[in-house]
């Protein structure tokens, strides 16, 4: 596909450009041999970057941006093509343009056993920052970050948010001419992204940087000059957010939910219609949607408001135009070029296929998960205080909160893997307190990290785990067949799982979670770090999931996919702050008008009304 210029917004031509490209790239292609043939993760690059900027790259997993950015380092070295950086060539002159940068890659190199002071004088070494000025410099950086009263602790003990911010005071402990970020804000809640957001942008406007970020998060690529959206290695579009916006003018509208109707059952079913709908996503008490190129004059086909086989319409008196947004344009680009019977494929689940219809969804209102009082202690810290909530059998139940909130503790008690100091905890029919070992083989755990073995392929992954649940040879096969299909993992048996991309792993580790058809699947953090269109295939999944009886508890820190929840808690310091379906969610956060809003809300609230809340 030829990449889209938006005319209005492009940079000048290198010979009329005033000012000077840090980033040059002609022809550039890398390409990557594995054992299973080649890998091509960059196509034929013609880019410029201007000096000055702050430029995002976003695009699916496995794009090519972490290794566009990689190569901008002279960690890796173009297969063919060139690039220039800060007007160096990077396969000749590598050295020289690591001088001048400094790179924050997904997963920072921190020292956990060092403190926080530590990590910044050693990263001062490792740059060779003049003694006379790391003074002035960490203290600066300190003020920033807000670390200054955590000098002494290790790095191991911050929270995630707090990682992420020390992790950029030691990229930035020189002032480098440009600044690469591969996903800054991965893992992080909203109120720790909004603080690391507001140091990049305070150190843009001091010190001028150039910035290059890579993200997920098309709030984040809003913020910056110049967004370049790529897909499989090649650019499909750039220019400002203003100019991609207007790609979609005229596509996008909301309707409201049917009473009694969950969001995701009608976004499933707007989705299933390609012919007319290219993206549809919760948002509040309604759907929002995005209409193939072909429905800009007329607005939203007359077939969506006929019934259909399922009983499923839309409701025109619901139905009303809205602004475009950032996301909006990059679904729009990303399926613009699918065939309409393949653009938006129902998730079907073997799960929902073969589960006695006696645990289908709303069947039975059975709790199979009853939490009374928990609490767990580790010595004189308490990460979780009083916790008390149930989840319905097929139920959609989000444990939300900042880092260090008590998230993941509550998580790996609720799984059986860590016991609680107090209270009761009851899980499919089981009293943890007595009986996690019979509990632990009716749940499917997907962890914050990933966590199966990376030196073994997908397949041996899976026979692996399938032997570790107890699966027979026979039944093992035929499940592996199912999972491979329902996650997508058809073609890549033999791949390293440690050299998947992020969707792929996230793929893979839901596969080996629901190998034996768990009926309570914990999902922590699951979609972190992953695009919006993976978000809406993992979506999909889910809601198929639900509606095959299976009980889903998930942690994130996408606010807008507490849309997808049922009912949602949000905690802490380890106390629950709100509990609710997300309409009754926003109301507490003061009719909040999203979810993260809210979500913001409800947390400074609660820490303002606090005096240990630092």
Same mark, same amino acid.
């Given at each position: ?159 995630? #948010?707090?990682?992420?911010? !020390?992790? %950029?005071?030691?990229?930035?402990? /020189? ?5 690469? +970020?591969? =996903? $800054? ?98 948002? #509040?008490?309604?759907?929002? !949607?995005? %209409?193939?190129?072909?429905?800009? /004059? ?5 077939? +969506?408001? =006929? $019934? ?105 008690? %609720? ?121 809406? %295939? ?77």
């Amino acid at each position: 596909m030829a990449t889209e210029r938006i005319a209005a917004d492009a940079p000048l031509s290198p010979e009329t450009s005033p000012q000077t490209d840090i980033i040059r790239a002609r022809a550039l292609t890398r390409v990557f041999q594995t054992k299973n043939g080649t890998i091509t993760a960059l196509s034929g690059l013609d880019l410029d970057v201007p000096a000055g900027s702050m430029t995002a790259f976003v695009g699916p997993d496995g794009a090519g941006k972490t290794t566009f950015l990689r190569m901008i380092c002279g960690l890796l070295a173009p297969t063919s093509g060139t690039l220039h950086v800060l007007g160096r060539d990077v396969s000749h002159e590598a050295q020289q343009i690591q001088d001048r940068i400094s790179y924050m890659p997904q997963r920072f190199g921190m020292y956990e056993d060092l403190s926080v002071q530590e990590n910044l004088d050693l990263y001062a070494d490792l740059h060779g920052v003049p003694l006379p000025t790391r003074k002035e410099r960490f203290r600066r950086l300190l003020d920033m970050t807000d670390l200054a009263r955590f000098t002494a602790r290790p790095a191991g003990k911050l929270s995630g #948010g707090m990682k992420q911010k !020390l992790a %950029l005071a030691c990229t930035l402990v /020189r002032s480098p001419e440009l600044l690469l +970020l591969d =996903e $800054p804000s991965v893992g992080v809640d909203p109120l720790s992204r909004r603080e690391l957001w507001s140091i990049i942008t305070r150190m843009v406007e001091e010190e001028h940087l150039s910035v290059i970020v890579s993200t997920a998060y098309m709030d984040e690529a809003e913020r910056c000059d110049h967004v370049i959206v790529i897909h499989e290695g090649r650019i499909l579009s750039q220019g400002s957010p203003e100019a991609l916006r207007r790609l979609t003018t005229g596509l996008c509208h909301v309707t409201d939910v049917p009473r009694g109707m969950k969001a995701r059952h009608l976004q499933a079913w707007l989705l299933d219609q390609p012919s007319f709908v290219m993206d549809a996503v919760p948002e #509040g008490s309604h759907v929002r !949607l995005v %209409l193939r190129t072909e429905c800009r /004059r007329d607005g939203i086909p007359a077939e +969506l408001f =006929e $019934p259909s086989p399922s009983g499923m319409h839309l409701d025109p008196a619901s139905c009303r135009s809205v602004t475009p947004r950032l996301e909006d344009s990059f679904m729009f680009l990303l399926r613009r070029g699918e065939t309409t019977d393949h653009a938006a494929e129902p998730a079907t689940s073997s799960v929902q296929e073969e589960t006695p219809p006696a645990h289908a969804a709303g069947s039975e209102e059975e709790n199979v998960i009853v939490v009374r009082d928990l609490v767990r202690k580790f010595g004189d810290f308490t990460a979780v205080a009083s916790t008390s909530f149930t989840v319905k059998r097929g139920e959609v139940f989000g444990l939300l909160g900042p880092n260090g909130a008590g998230k993941t503790t509550t998580f790996r008690m %609720l799984c059986g893997l860590l016991p609680a100091t107090s209270g009761y905890l009851c899980v499919a029919g089981e009293n943890l307190r007595k009986a996690a070992a019979q509990a632990r083989t009716r749940v499917g755990y997907v962890s914050q990290k990933f966590s199966l073995y990376g030196n073994l392929s997908v397949l041996e992954n899976l026979h692996f785990f399938g032997g570790v649940y107890g699966l027979g040879l026979f039944a093992l096969r035929r499940r592996i067949r199912d999972v491979l299909e329902e996650f997508d993992l058809t073609g890549h048996e033999h791949d390293m799982s440690g050299n998947l991309p992020g969707g792929f792993k996230q793929r893979l580790s839901m596969a080996v979670g629901m190998l034996h058809r768990p009926e309570i699947l914990f999902l922590d953090e699951p979609t972190s770090g992953i695009d919006p269109l993976a978000r809406r %295939l993992f979506w999909r999944r889910i809601t198929s999931l639900s509606d095959g009886g299976t009980t889903v508890i998930i942690t994130t820190h996408f606010m807008e996919e507490a849309e997808y929840c049922d009912r949602m808690l949000i905690q802490d310091a380890g106390r629950v702050l709100a509990l609710g379906t997300p309409d009754e969610v926003r109301r507490q956060g003061g009719n909040a008008p999203t979810m993260e809003e809210a979500f913001i809300r409800i947390v400074e609230r609660s820490r303002a009304s606090r005096p240990d809340a630092s």
